[in-house]
C-alpha cells in the first residue's frame, strides 16, 4: 500500500501521515490513533535505504537503579558491537511500562530495535513500533512476559530446585525460603522449586520458615532475624535474591551465629558482589549478560527479516557453590 | 572558510573533504590527516541547522566492567533527560584510550558532544571531535586530566584527609593506609591526604602501615591479612576503594578480629554497596554521579557556545559514617 492510499483512507493528508510516522508531535491524538491503526491493519514496512538506516539500539529501563542494569547494558553492547551498531540508554522513568514520551523519542531516532527491561509495552507503543517496523523484544528476569511480545528469560524455578538440592546434598533439612514479591511470577517460580526439592526428598516445609519480601537487603535482614530468632531456628535459609542475602549474612552476624559453620546461606542472582562478600555467596547464576546479548540478537534478526513465530527463550540458571554453604553442624567443606 | 577553498588548499576534491566530515572510511590516511589539519587550523565549524541537529551525548567508557559504571550512566542520563537528548554508551575496549575505531562512529552518529570517562584522548582524536565541532569532557576519578581537556574530578586528597580525621577523633594513632596503584595520581593524592591528617595531628607514619594495591577487593585482602598478622596490628585502615574495604573486612573475619570493636575500617568511593557490606561502611563520598552531571553540563553547554577557557573543576568529596569505625579499644558508636 501507498502512502497516499492510506492517507486517503485515514482522510488526512500525506503530510500527516509522514508526522505520525516521524513522531512528531503536531498530530492531533485521534488523529494520530487513526493513522497508526491503518498502518498496523496494513503491515506497513517502513523502507530503509542504506542512507537512512539508524545505526542505534535502544534499551529501556523502567528505573537504571537497579544493581543488575550494569551486566544488562554489558550484554547489548558486546552484540551491539559485534553487529557495528551503538547503545542508546534510556530510563523511561516509569516502574511498569515506559513514559509515553519516551516512544516519540525512539520513533525520531528510528533504532534498529529496542530491548526492554522488564517492562510491560503499553498496547498503544506496540501499535506505533510495529507500525514503524521498529522490532521489540524484552529481557525479562521477573518471568512473566506478555504472550505475544518476544521475550528472554531464565529458568527461575529450576534455580530454587538446584538451590535447594545444594542445601539438602550438605545434610540441611531445616531450611527456610525468603522469596521476592508476591507479585512476581519469578517469586513464585522460584518457591516452587523450593518445595519441588523438598518434597522431592521427603522432607517436610515448614511454613512459619517461608517469607515474601522485596528483594533488597532489609527484606533479608528483618526475616532472617526474625527466623534465626527463634527456638527452633533454621540451618540454612535460601535467599531470592543477592542482596537478600547480604541482608542474612548481616543479621546472622548481629546474632553471632557464624556462617557457614552454623548456618548456610545460598543467594540469588549471582551479581558481581557476591564474589566480595564475606563470605563469598554461594549463589544461583541468573544469565544477565547473557540474557542480553541474546535479546540484542533477536532484535538485529527481526530487523532483517519477518519472524515466524514470536520468539520466546528462557536460558538455564546454574548453581555457583562458594564459601557461604557448608555441611549441616559441620566445619566449612 | 567554504569547503572548495578548504578542498583547494588540500590539494583534493570537494566530496573527499565531505568524506573525511562524514567519518567514512575510504580516503586514504595521509589525506584525511591533511584535510584534518587543514579544518583544525581554521576552525572549521560545522554548520548545524534543526533538522540536521543530532539529540545524541556520547558516553565514552574504556571498559564498563568498573563498579562505578551504572552512577556515571546514571548522571549522564539525568541531564541528558532533562535537555531531551538520549545517552550512546560506548566501550572503547581499550584501557587508556579510546579505540581507533570509535572515532570513526563518533564521527557518523554526530553527537551533540562526548563525555569521556577515565581516558587520554589521542592527538589525532582531539583534532578530529575539534574539527567537527563535537566539543568533549573528561570525568576523571584518576585525577590526572591532561592539561588542555574540559574535565570533572573530586578532591582526592581531601578525601584522605577527611578519612584519616574521622579515625584520629576516634581515639586511633596506629593507622594502616592500603591505597590505589602507585601509577594513578588519585592513589598519592589520597595517601597525602592521610599523612598530612597524621602529621598535622603529631602522629607518626610506620611505613609498614602503608601499602599500594590495585583497587579490588584482593588488594584489600592480602595487605591487610599481612598488616593484621604482624605483632602490633593497626587498629584502624583507611583503604583506597571500597572493594578493597571489602577485602579488609574479609581478613578481618577469617583472622577472629572483629569490626568495629577491634578494628576500624574507612572505604572510598561510597558505592551502593557500602551499605551492603556487614557492617555497613565508613567510606568517602565520591561523588560520581554529580561528576558525570557536571561533565553532561559542560559538554551540552560547550555544544551552544565556544568557551572562553578550558573548564575544568573538582567536585567536594565527603566522609560517610556507618558502622564500620569505632572509638579505639571500645565498642561501637
Redesign the interface.
Known amino acids: 500500500m501507498k502512502l497516499n492510499e492510506l492517507a486517503d483512507e485515514a482522510g488526512v493528508s500525506l503530510s500527516t501521515v509522514s508526522k505520525v510516522l516521524n513522531g512528531r508531535s503536531d498530530v492531533a491524538a485521534a488523529t494520530r490513533s487513526r493513522v497508526e491503526s491503518i498502518l498496523d491493519r496494513h503491515g506497513y514496512q517502513r523502507r530503509t535505504g542504506p542512507v537512512g538506516r539508524s545505526?542505534?539500539v535502544e534499551l529501556v529501563f523502567p528505573d537504571?537503579?537497579t544493581?543488575w542494569?550494569?551486566e544488562i547494558?554489558?550484554g547489548v553492547?558486546n552484540v551491539a558491537?559485534e553487529n557495528g551498531l551503538?547503545?542508546?540508554?534510556?530510563?523511561s522513568?516509569t516502574r511498569h511500562s515506559p513514559a509515553p514520551d519516551w516512544i516519540a523519542?525512539v520513533l525520531?531516532?528510528r533504532p534498529v530495535g529496542v530491548v526492554l527491561v522488564f517492562s510491560d509495552l503499553a498496547e498503544e507503543s506496540k501499535v506505533q513500533l510495529r507500525s514503524r517496523a521498529i522490532p521489540f523484544v524484552v529481557v525479562d528476569p521477573a518471568g512473566d512476559p506478555a504472550p505475544d511480545v518476544p521475550s528472554v528469560g531464565s529458568a527461575n524455578w529450576s534455580g530454587g530446585l538446584q538451590a535447594t538440592r545444594h542445601l539438602i546434598e550438605l545434610g540441611h533439612s531445616r531450611i527456610a525460603a525468603i522469596t521476592g514479591p508476591d507479585d512476581m511470577m519469578c517469586s513464585h517460580a522460584r518457591l516452587d522449586g523450593f518445595r519441588s526439592a523438598m518434597n522431592t526428598a521427603g522432607l517436610p516445609v515448614d511454613e512459619s520458615l517461608v517469607a515474601y519480601g522485596d528483594f533488597h537487603?532489609d527484606g533479608g535482614r528483618e526475616n532472617a532475624r526474625a527466623m534465626l530468632s527463634a527456638p527452633d531456628r533454621p540451618t540454612a535459609i535460601f535467599a531470592g535474591s543477592d542482596?537478600q542475602a547480604?541482608?542474612v549474612?548481616?543479621a546472622a552476624?548481629s546474632l553471632g551465629i557464624a556462617v557457614p559453620a552454623e548456618l548456610s546461606v545460598v543467594g540469588y542472582d549471582d551479581l558481581?558482589?557476591a564474589?566480595?562478600?564475606?563470605?563469598a555467596l554461594t549463589t544461583v547464576h541468573q544469565p544477565l549478560t547473557r540474557m542480553a546479548e541474546e535479546a540484542a540478537r533477536i532484535v538485529i534478526s527481526l530487523a532483517a527479516a519477518e519472524p515466524e513465530s514470536t520468539p520466546r527463550m528462557d536460558l538455564a540458571t546454574r548453581l555457583v557453590v562458594r564459601d557461604s554453604t557448608a555441611p549441616v553442624g559441620g566445619a566449612p567443606v
Chains 1, 2 share one sequence.
Open positions: 545505526t542505534l537504571l537503579d544493581v542494569a550494569m547494558i554489558r553492547e558491537r551503538s547503545v542508546v540508554v534510556t530510563e522513568g523519542g525520531r531516532r537487603v542482596l547480604l541482608g549474612l548481616d552476624r558481581q558482589l564474589q566480595w562478600s564475606s563470605p
